[in-house]
């Protein structure tokens, strides 16, 4: 019965070159939503590290929102579980986060770009950080370095651009590639420069490198059961992980109730040429009938062939949805509300869902028209011919 679906399926290769369509592009929408979620996600978590730990103010959500005073930094940076560098000194970096709104490149349109001020130990905390123009910013200058991503979309980021904030003039002497992170949506800079700028008298969070990752547990414990400091600690993946879920729960709600919409479309579509197949076809169902065929076989031969259209547009649209991969987008992270530039990422569970969703499309489709064969009457059905 198998053989005998997939030959009919051939025989009338416009109608289900079309129904298949159909399933490919609605598997598609749903695939490249969910890709965006995972992209984002992806790129969010691989900015942070297991054996990193971030200080941030006790319930702030962010480093934009968190303050931490130069006393409890100073506080943190004795800790004895922070490693220590090449040059023998801690591995802590005290930074400053902060949004700007630039102007994007051939475009009237603006957009929050995050600026982070570093310290010493910033990039040895960070080691997919590299320059690949120019040369990193000098301290105590109103010098900055640009994340590729902020130098390809907004104006006057190129090297040796000037970009205006906080009241002066920043030259761009760097650009920096940080991989699939965060961090190529940013802007770097000297933290104790843009405190000044931006008239602050906190950092935002102070971040270490711990010797082991498994003494987490117990640097946690101290600094928060410290009097002295009004501060929470997380594991750097932790909290850049939880900087996606809400958009990343946004994207994947908004892709269920589209492709649930869109997903109407292409079942009706498979129903009615799963009903012509019947219809066309009524005749040769009332030989098999004739010949010993069981109505539980022609039932399975019709759902068999329902549900290779909807492998047929499962994979279809997952062979478009891959192409996404090779493209860049950019979106609002709605913890930070600034720009965040990421890649679609198709994930072996986005390959699974969306074939599973494409044969429930198909198997919805072809159930009726199924039953409907399987109760045909042998002699109505043989006359028919």
């Known amino acids: 019965m198998f053989a005998y679906s997939l030959r009919n399926m051939l025989a009338r290769r416009l109608t289900t070159a079309l129904t298949a369509g159909g399933m490919a592009l609605v598997v598609f929408a749903f695939a490249a939503i969910i890709m965006l979620a995972e992209g984002l996600e992806a790129t969010l978590v691989d900015s942070g590290s297991p054996q990193n730990a971030i200080l941030l103010r006790k319930s702030a959500n962010s480093e934009v929102q968190s303050g931490v005073s130069r006393r409890e930094a100073a506080i943190a940076a004795t800790q004895p579980e922070i490693a220590m560098g090449v040059d023998g000194r801690p591995l802590v970096a005290k930074e400053v986060v902060v949004l700007i709104n630039l102007r994007k490149r051939g475009s009237d349109s603006t957009s929050n770009v995050t600026i982070r001020g570093t310290s010493g130990a910033s990039l040895a905390l960070r080691p997919e950080v590299r320059l690949i123009a120019g040369r990193a910013p000098r301290p105590g200058s109103a010098e900055i370095m640009v994340g590729g991503g902020i130098a390809r979309r907004f104006q006057n980021a190129g090297l040796d651009g000037t970009i205006?904030?906080?009241?002066?003039?920043?030259?761009?002497?760097?650009?920096?590639?940080?991989?699939?992170?965060?961090?190529?949506?940013?802007?770097?800079?000297?933290?104790?420069?843009?405190?000044?700028?931006?008239?602050?008298?906190?950092?935002?969070?102070?971040?270490?490198?711990?010797?082991?990752?498994?003494?987490?547990?117990?640097?946690?414990?101290?600094?928060e059961a410290d009097p002295r400091l009004t501060s929470e600690l997380k594991r750097e993946v932790d909290y850049y992980r939880e900087q996606s879920e809400l958009t990343a729960k946004f994207l994947r709600a908004l892709g269920t109730a589209l492709t649930l919409i869109f997903s109407i479309g292409a079942v009706v579509g498979a129903m009615i040429t799963m009903y012509a197949a019947v219809a066309n076809r009524?005749?040769?169902?009332?030989?098999?009938?004739?010949?010993?065929?069981?109505?539980?076989?022609?039932?399975?031969?019709?759902?068999?062939?329902?549900?290779?259209?909807?492998?047929?547009?499962?994979?279809?649209?997952?062979?478009?949805?891959?192409?996404?991969?090779?493209?860049?987008?950019?979106?609002?992270?709605?913890?930070?509300?600034?720009?965040?530039?990421?890649q679609f990422r198709l994930s072996p569970g986005i390959v699974l869902e969306g074939m599973l969703f494409a044969l429930l499309m198909g198997l919805a489709g072809g159930l009726l028209p199924a039953f409907r064969a399987a109760r045909m009457n042998i002699v109505a059905a043989l006359r028919a011919a």
């Open 164 to 223: 205006a904030f906080a009241r002066s003039d920043w030259r761009v002497t760097g650009i920096f590639d940080a991989g699939n992170t965060a961090f190529s949506s940013e802007i770097w800079g000297d933290a104790e420069q843009f405190m000044q700028a931006f008239r602050r008298q906190a950092y935002s969070s102070v971040t270490f490198r711990m010797r082991e990752a498994g003494e987490f547990s117990a640097v946690k414990q101290r600094i």
């Open 282 to 342: 009524t005749a040769e169902i009332g030989t098999l009938r004739a010949v010993g065929f069981r109505r539980a076989a022609i039932l399975s031969a019709f759902l068999v062939e329902s549900l290779l259209l909807g492998a047929a547009g499962g994979a279809g649209g997952l062979l478009l949805a891959s192409l996404l991969q090779f493209f860049t987008v950019s979106t609002t992270n709605f913890q930070t509300f600034s720009e965040l530039a990421f």
